[in-house]
Structure formats: structure tokens, C-alpha cells
């Protein structure tokens, strides 16, 4: 984050388009689920400022949901809590959810659209749901960097992390049980100061193929980069798309 330098903060968009789109915004919520929470940047944000009788904060890595439980801590009025689970099998009874935000997740599963089953399975029969997911060519010029310093040569090649559930094609997955209602992109810059900023994103991204002792070795990586390629800052970007959908045949 600390690279992005245009494109407005994810959560305070979920929040505008909840409010834009809810069916009866004078009704409190009762419950909301924030899908692959990580570790609670938005579950913070819609806490505060959708003010819902609770929420329910769901990822299935351990660490990430310690973290968001420490990141979010109590919040006056509003019943807070992280459950570590399956988005396949949410710990949700039927029709219960009036909100279920599912941002950046869908694209780990190899099965998208069996997890929006179950995203629909929760929502009530008025429920809303925001589904976050980015293009298939986000961040390209750091595959082009990667294969120019002959660090992965294939860089360019590899499958996009984001395959499964893409900008080109969460809404046809949303579509299949959900009603979609808007479909919003919005480009997302950054920009490296240099080889050795950009080796902390590089080294932990699973996309690559380094060689042993690069990955997770930010500053080993960076000395590989210096060694090859001048020195300059690297600009990127990433297109966000928003879809938001509401539970099938409801009421507009």
C-alpha cells in the first residue's frame, strides 16, 4: 500500500456502494459477513460505518484472523467477531446474512462459483452482496521487470493469479445465482521507489519462479535486481472491479 498512488481506498468504496444499493436503507443490519477477511482492513471499515447489529469476520488462515481480531478490537455497539472457516462451507445458517462482502478471495478457490452458492445460501431473501476481484493483467511491468533481470524468465507467461475469478468474468459467475445489479472498475496505480521496494512485493508473490533463496528474502532479491537492471522507481497498476448483486427475485 505503500506504493499506491491513485484509485480510492477499497473499503470506503464497499461502503458506497452498500448504501447506494441496499433495498431498505433505514433498517439497521443485523448480520454481515466479510468473506477471506485477511486481516480486517474492511471488516474495521464496515463495522464503523455501517454500524450492523454484527459482524462476523471469516478467513481460513489462522495468523490472518488473529491479526484482524487485534486490528479491529471492540467497536461500540457492534458485536465483532473472527471465525476461521472455509468460504466453501461458511459457519452461516440459510437466509441469515443481510450483507456478505467477498473482496479478493474468490480467485483462490479453483471452483469460484461453488463458494457464490454458498454466498447466496446465506443472504436473505434481501440480502446484498459485494463480490471485489482485480484484472488478468494486474501488475504486468513487474512480470516484465522479473523476466528483463532473467530472474523468471517464463514471468510474462504465467497463469494469472487471478484466473478463476477475474474482472472479465466475476459477474457471468455472479449471474449464475445471484441478481447482479452494477458491475463498477476502477484503475489502481502504484509506484516502486526502486529495486528494493518493489523486492518486498516481488518475493512473496506465488506467481513467480525464483531461484532458492529469493523468495521470501526481500533483500536478497532486491541485490539480484541491482545487479542486473539500473535502478528506478516502477510504476504498475491494477483494475478493481466491484461487482454487487442481490439475492435472486428479491425486491428492488
Known amino acids: 500500500m505503500r506504493a499506491k498512488i491513485s484509485g480510492a481506498p477499497v473499503p470506503d468504496t464497499l461502503v458506497r456502494l ?9 433498517r439497521r443490519l443485523e448480520l454481515v459477513v466479510d468473506i477471506g477477511c485477511g486481516r480486517g482492513t474492511s471488516s474495521r471499515v464496515l463495522a464503523e460505518q455501517l454500524r450492523p447489529a454484527r459482524l ?3 478467513d481460513a488462515a489462522p495468523a490472518l484472523i488473529a491479526e484482524a481480531r487485534k486490528r479491529v478490537g471492540r467497536i461500540r455497539g457492534v458485536q465483532v467477531g473472527f471465525l476461521q472457516g472455509d468460504f466453501h462451507r461458511m459457519p452461516m445458517p440459510g437466509s441469515s446474512c443481510d450483507l456478505a462482502v467477498a473482496a479478493f478471495c474468490l480467485y483462490h478457490s479453483p471452483r469460484p462459483e461453488d463458494a457464490i452458492v454458498e454466498i447466496a445460501r446465506a443472504l436473505r431473501p434481501d440480502g ?6 482485480k484484472a488478468l493483467d494486474s501488475y504486468r511491468e513487474m512480470d516484465t521487470l ?3 533481470a532473467g530472474l523468471d524468465p517464463r514471468a510474462e507467461h504465467h497463469e494469472s493469479l487471478y484466473a478463476a475469478a477475474h474482472s472479465g468474468n466475476l459477474a457471468d459467475l455472479a449471474k449464475q445465482n445471484l ?9 489502481h496505480r502504484f509506484t516502486f521507489d526502486g ?4 523486492a518486498e512485493y516481488l518475493a512473496t508473490n506465488p506467481k513467480y519462479d525464483l531461484a532458492p533463496g529469493l523468495y521470501g528474502n526481500p533483500g536478497a532479491l532486491a541485490a539480484t535486481l541491482h545487479e542486473f537492471i539500473p535502478d528506478r522507481p516502477i510504476t504498475t497498476s491494477s483494475v478493481i472491479t466491484y461487482v454487487v448483486a442481490r439475492t435472486r427475485g428479491a425486491r428492488s
Open 18 to 26: 452498500v448504501r447506494a444499493h441496499r433495498g431498505e436503507p433505514a
Open 56 to 58: 462476523v469476520g471469516l
Open 128 to 133: 446484498l452482496s459485494v463480490l471485489v476481484t
Open 146 to 148: 522479473l523476466a528483463a
Open 179 to 187: 441478481d447482479v445489479l452494477t458491475v463498477e472498475h476502477e484503475e
Open 195 to 198: 529495486h528494493d521496494h518493489a
